[in-house]
């Protein structure tokens, strides 16, 4: 799991194989979103969940939140080496513009 | 299509000299901008967001100070370097919808090395 003041985690899998990475948060929000960031690179955002959601998908992806526990998941199916990058969930306390991300997960797809 | 230029690329630069670093975005009106820092191998700390042209918010206090001079340009910058300065600043975007921070459009970023 991912946040606060955790040490950057690692996963280390092969190519094919699923993966999960985990997220907790502190602050209430409705919303939480997933980036990646490959080396060197800005991040991206890969999905956006609300609240009212649970779970959503895209493509390889799904994405679930549990408000009740403050945590989010993200799920990579059938990953590719291309999907080695380091993942972050983030948070925006409702009525802010702050967009907090947590501590990263460096997941490494071995070919 | 938006697009969202930071330069320079990256600097190395002596403790105690000055920095800037800049930032356009072209082809949205009126984003909010943010400027992030951080550490090789850590996570994202924000540490300005501006809403509007000549108003800008300090989220951490780093000893760096920004500036929102056009509509399109994100400028931050101090006058001493501290060794503590080096990382991987970025610059990013976000529609102002609603209240919060939802999705932000991050820049290539500038790599800073200070001696």
């Known amino acids: 799991s991912q946040w606060g003041e955790e040490n950057l985690q690692a996963l280390s899998i092969q190519e094919g194989e699923d993966v999960t990475m985990n997220c907790s948060y502190k602050t209430y929000t409705t919303v939480v979103q997933w980036y990646r960031q490959k080396s060197g690179k800005g991040p991206a955002q890969l999905i956006l969940?609300?609240?009212?959601?649970r779970e959503k998908r895209s493509g390889r992806l799904r994405a679930t939140l549990d408000t009740s526990s403050q945590s989010s998941s993200l799920s990579i199916t059938g990953t590719l080496a291309t999907d080695t990058a380091v993942y972050f969930c983030?948070?925006?306390?409702?009525?802010?513009?702050?967009?907090?991300f947590g501590s990263g997960t460096q997941l490494t797809v071995m070919p | 299509a938006q697009t969202i230029h930071q330069w320079p690329v990256a600097e190395i630069k002596a403790v105690g000299s000055p920095l800037s670093l800049g930032c356009t975005i072209k082809?949205?009106?009126?984003?909010?901008l943010y400027w992030y820092w951080q550490a090789t191998g850590g996570t994202l700390q924000q540490l300005f967001y501006s809403i509007t042209v000549g108003q800008v918010e300090s989220v951490v206090q780093l000893n760096l100070s920004a500036s929102r001079p056009k509509d399109d340009q994100f400028i931050l910058s101090t006058e001493k370097l501290l060794l503590s300065h080096s990382g991987f600043y970025l610059c990013?975007?976000?529609?102002?919808?609603?209240?919060?921070?939802?999705?932000?459009?991050f820049g290539s970023g500038t790599r800073l090395t200070v001696l």
């Open positions: 990013a975007w976000s529609l102002r919808l609603g209240a919060s921070a939802e999705t932000l459009y």
């Open positions: 082809g949205k009106s009126s984003p909010n």
């Open positions: 969940i609300r609240s009212n959601e």
């Open positions: 983030a948070t925006a306390p409702s009525g802010s513009w702050q967009l907090i």
